[in-house]
Structure formats: structure tokens, C-alpha cells
């Protein structure tokens, strides 16, 4: 059973940058898309980026997709998401989930596609 677990969040200055992990147990993360949410304060969960078997990329917001960047690190059994030029909008739990039963090429951005889930990692952008 795949088990996923995020780390790499915290506090971060306007403009600055972090690179969140998701660590992936119990099974090899090449038999599985994987996507990135995230839920602001007050808001409901959005997808930011995904990511198919295959390793095509989808991104969901447009605004961010000149600087988050997703992958998948097949020696480190670990979904990524790097992120630069934070600004306070970005403050939101950030989460990461996969699936292994979506098509080869593709990835999407509805929560109910993924079925298995980490526990989140706060991610806080403020001077």
C-alpha cells in the first residue's frame, strides 16, 4: 500500500523559494501519477500541478505555472514540487497525492482521481 508523506514547507520571504518532497513507501512512485493541491486559509483545495506515469505535466493555474515546477524522482521515490517567486498568496497547506489507475499519459485535477493522499505541508510566505 503506497503511503506518502510531505516535508519541505515552512516559512519563506516574499520572492523566495522552497522545494517541497513527497516521499513515497510501500511501492515505486514510476507505477503512479502524482499532483500537488493546495488549500489556502478559508478556501477549498485546488490543484497546482500534476503529473502522469508517463511524466507528462499538467499545469492547473495559470499563474503559477512559470514558477512551480512538478516532478518525479524515480531514484528517490519521491513527487516534487519546486517553487520560486513566492508571495503571500501562495500561503496554503500544500498536499500531495497519487493514483495508479489513471491512464498512462494522464493526470488530472479532480481530487476524487487520486486516492491516496499525504498529510500535508504548511507552506507560509510573509515578511
Known amino acids: 500500500q503506497l503511503q506518502l508523506a510531505e516535508s519541505g514547507g515552512g516559512l519563506v520571504q516574499p520572492g523566495g523559494s522552497l522545494s517541497l518532497s513527497c516521499a513515497a513507501s510501500?511501492?515505486?512512485?514510476?507505477?503512479?501519477?502524482a499532483a500537488w493541491f493546495r488549500q489556502a486559509p478559508g478556501k477549498g483545495r485546488e490543484a497546482v500541478s500534476c503529473?502522469?506515469?508517463?511524466?507528462?505535466?499538467?499545469n492547473f493555474v495559470d499563474s503559477l505555472r512559470a514558477r512551480f515546477t512538478i516532478a518525479k524522482d524515480v531514484a528517490k521515490n519521491t513527487f516534487d514540487l519546486r517553487m520560486s517567486g513566492l508571495t503571500p498568496e501562495d500561503t496554503a497547506m500544500y498536499y500531495c497525492?497519487?493514483?495508479?489507475?489513471?491512464?498512462?499519459?494522464?493526470?488530472?485535477?479532480?481530487?476524487?482521481?487520486?486516492?491516496?493522499w499525504g498529510q500535508g505541508t504548511q507552506v507560509t510566505v510573509s515578511s
Open positions: 503529473i502522469s506515469r508517463s511524466g507528462a505535466v499538467t
Open positions: 497525492a497519487a493514483a495508479s489507475d489513471l491512464m498512462y499519459g494522464y493526470c488530472g485535477d479532480y481530487m476524487y482521481e487520486y486516492t491516496h
Open positions: 510501500g511501492d515505486n512512485v514510476t507505477f503512479y501519477a
